[in-house]
């Protein structure tokens, strides 16, 4: 079965146009990470798991606001590995939404490079892709090792005994991130091949 150039610049616009959804959704939810409280004397009523998003936190039904504001925080009054975890929270937040806002001119440019069949275009339009995907990467990379240095953190102030009857896990959201990164390197193969397909028709008649 051939695939024809149409088939190429359509999939990979539906991978663009997934991935933007994936990553919007993964960014508007409060399921990036979740922590399952079980002490011995807790009643089977009481709630007191929760899971968290990028800048909120859900605590046994209650949203609450992200208590440290990591651009306003006082930075005197924190660690060395508090101020990094600071630092490593304003890059988070900074860098996936700015790769979701990407993603919105890339679909344009997707779009708009397809209907003009040019290779240069869709090569750049692939390479725009690449570059959103990269950041994609960079924030999700980055909140997991933050998540890892907040457990570190606490067992250091509480002991490995506070933790005991925690339990933690990254959930759903963060799973919607990597989906949408994924499908974000899909897409510019997809805009690469076509580019390439573009080029060979452009180039047929000139050496018939």
Avoid at 41 to 58: A, K, R
Avoid at 120 to 128: D, E, P
Avoid at 148 to 170: D, K, M
Wanted: proline fraction near 2%; hydrophobic fraction near 50%; aromatic fraction near 12%.
């Amino acid at each position: 079965m051939r695939v024809t150039f149409g088939c190429l610049v359509i999939a990979a616009g539906i991978c663009g146009a997934l991935s933007f959804a994936f990553l919007a959704a993964s960014l508007g939810t409060e399921y990036w990470y979740i922590i399952e409280m079980n002490p011995v004397n807790s009643s089977d009523s009481e709630d007191i798991s929760s899971h968290s998003g990028l800048w909120s936190v859900n605590e046994g039904g209650k949203m609450y606001a992200d208590s440290i504001d990591s651009f306003t925080a006082d930075y005197s009054k924190y660690s060395e590995t508090e101020l990094r975890m600071l630092n490593m929270h304003s890059a988070i937040v900074v860098v996936l939404p700015l790769s979701l806002v990407l993603l919105l001119f890339g679909g344009i440019c997707g779009l708009v490079s397809s209907l003009a069949r040019s290779p240069v275009l869709l090569t750049g339009t692939a390479s725009y892709f690449f570059v959103c995907s990269l950041l994609t990467l960079c924030g999700v990379s980055l909140y997991i090792i933050y998540s890892y240095l907040a457990v570190a953190e606490t067992e250091r102030l509480v002991g490995p005994e506070g933790l005991a009857y925690i339990h933690t896990s990254f959930g759903w959201s963060l799973g919607l991130a990597w989906l949408s990164y994924s499908l974000e390197l899909l897409s510019g193969i997809l805009l690469l091949i076509a580019a390439r397909m573009a080029k060979l028709q452009h180039s047929s008649p000139t050496m018939a």
